[in-house]
């Protein structure tokens, strides 16, 4: 293709544009509305998988055992234990252990609270389990439970349930959502695109006349609607970044010690995967809707 080919296109597109200013626009804000809640999406999702990891580390299961439980008893739980992929560490606790954390925990109110526990300590001896990934955690109870030794296990199992049940409804959420955006951006698109072509149907079918190819014909459109697509992309993407970066510098320090992820992801990873969309989107938009109106 030549450049002076590629020019005519460009500068047909542009001039296009221009004509259909009003729609244009509101083309553009379609797009750019559709791939910044996408991107919020991804954003929410992805510090929510960092927040679950990084909790993961954090997590723990006791496995309290009976005060009868012999040494092969103990042995053989914590070799169930260490067999079970994901387990980071694996710490026994034994009753004076379990006291002195108690009086840690509670601080200065603590010798009135476990006043007299130093002669009959009440606590029990204990396996605590770091996991690295909250899902671990149930295969930790599984190879635990109904083994002899064990009395019982306290487990973290329904708050990671319901970490992961939320990361999964917004991941549908965020499907749908994206899919109707999408829809209304393509229609859009088209539209503009239908106006231009409308507004040159007598133009088009003296150029068919004379030889023109479809291609010939067809490339302004599609380049038009492509400058669509990436205006709306690089909209979308300023605007989800400054955003982003103000609720990031605002909340990263005040969230129980999870950290948010940096910003520069998305002028990294979602700047040039937006404006692949937005040319996809722009493309397939004048693409649909000029099909019929070569036929002339």
């Known amino acids: ?45 992805f510090n929510v998988n960092a927040g679950v990891q990084e909790l993961g580390a954090k997590l723990e299961v006791k496995i309290f055992l ?34 002195n954390n108690v009086k840690k925990q509670f601080g200065e109110d603590s010798e009135s609270l476990v006043q007299g526990f130093e002669k009959t300590n009440p ?5 605590v389990v770091k996991v690295s990934n909250p899902k671990v955690v149930d295969d930790v109870v599984k190879g635990a439970a109904g083994l002899k030794g064990v009395d019982k296990i306290k487990d973290v199992r329904e708050v990671v349930d319901k970490i992961i049940s939320i990361t999964n409804t917004l991941k549908i959420v965020g499907a749908v959502l994206f899919a109707i955006l999408i829809s209304v951006s393509l229609f859009l698109i088209a539209n503009t695109i239908k106006l231009t072509v409308y507004s040159r149907k007598r133009e088009i079918g003296i150029m068919k006349f004379v030889g023109a190819t479809d291609w010939f014909i067809r490339w302004p459109f599609i380049i038009e609607g492509m400058m669509l697509g990436i205006t709306g992309a690089l909209l979308s993407t300023g605007v989800l970044y400054y955003a982003y970066k103000i609720v990031f510098v605002k909340y990263t320090s005040s969230l129980l010690g999870i950290t948010l992820m940096n910003p520069h992801i998305i002028l990294g990873t979602f700047l040039w995967q937006f404006v692949i969309g937005g040319l996809v989107i722009g493309a397939l938009g004048s693409s649909l809707s000029i099909r019929k109106f070569l036929v002339v």
């Open 123 to 127: 606590f029990p001896n204990a396996y």
């Open 1 to 45: 293709m030549k450049i002076s080919t590629i020019k005519y296109y460009v500068m047909d597109a542009l001039k296009s544009l221009k004509r259909n200013s009003t729609v244009s626009i509101a083309s553009v804000a379609t797009v750019a509305a559709t791939l910044f809640i996408l991107g919020v999406f991804l954003l929410i999702v």
């Open 66 to 99: 009976k005060d009868n439980a012999t040494i092969s008893d103990k042995s053989a739980i914590e070799a169930a234990i260490n067999k079970v992929k994901g387990v980071s560490e694996v710490k026994f606790e034994d009753k004076q252990d379990a006291l």
